[in-house]
């Protein structure tokens, strides 16, 4: 007896978009993106003295390893439609600006300034408009606070510049970890509510 074609077992092959939603929606992927950003902070912190080709290198790579976290997490299935493409953004200027810092690491404290600051505060003000304007949003006071928080951080950076890489390296570092230990708090605000929605 022969099988007819279309009845023959076929293998589901997984949607890259459906894997995408299925990490980028777990805590566990958020705090990941919460240590990315906290220890690069920390390690500046604790090293003040180094040189500002060592900062450049810690904060490009920092930006580069945030932007593949936070693409991933553009496709969670918290965000849809206006939100998405907000956390693309997001993503691309942190690939965009990892990579102008390593491409120059020699830069000037200004120029540095000038990356980071102008990141900080668009992604803030993206971050903070996404979470007034799409109400799907879990935790969106937290999300706000974080994109309020990284707005001041850009506005800071620019207003205020400083003229030695030891004053820039304590100011990046204590920002990196402020918005990290605000990403950890999100990071158990969503597991607390995943396991409200698993147990319910």
């Known amino acids: ?17 459906d894997v995408l939603k299925q990490v980028g929606g777990t805590w566990h992927w958020a705090l990941g993106l919460a240590l990315v950003t906290l220890i690069p902070g920390i390690l500046v ?3 003040p003295d180094e040189t500002l080709h060592i900062l450049a290198v810690i904060i490009g ?18 965000n849809d439609g ?3 493409l907000a956390a693309v953004l997001v993503a691309v200027l942190a690939l965009l600006a990892g990579v102008l810092v390593l491409r120059h690491p020699m830069q000037t404290i200004g120029a540095l300034s000038l990356i980071l600051g102008v990141f900080w505060l668009v992604t803030g003000v993206l971050t903070a408009y996404t979470a007034i304007a799409d109400h799907t949003v879990a935790h969106r006071g937290l999300l706000f606070g974080l994109g309020a928080l990284g707005a001041v951080a850009g506005i ?8 030695s890489a030891v004053a820039l ?3 990046l570092g204590l920002w990196l ?7 950890v708090v999100m990071a158990f605000a969503l597991r607390s ?3 409200r929605v698993g147990s319910g």
């Open 45 to 47: 912190l604790v090293w």
């Open 1 to 17: 007896m022969t099988v007819p074609f279309d009845a023959a077992p076929q293998h589901k092959q997984s949607d890259p978009d």
């Open 177 to 183: 970890v402020l918005l990290g230990v605000f990403e």
């Open 169 to 171: 390296t304590r100011l």
């Open 82 to 84: 206006g939100s998405r």
């Open 193 to 195: 509510a995943t396991r």
């Open 61 to 78: 790579l920092q930006l580069l390893v945030a932007g593949v976290f936070r693409f991933v997490t553009a496709f969670s299935h918290s």
């Open 156 to 163: 800071v950076v620019l207003c205020f510049p400083v003229d």
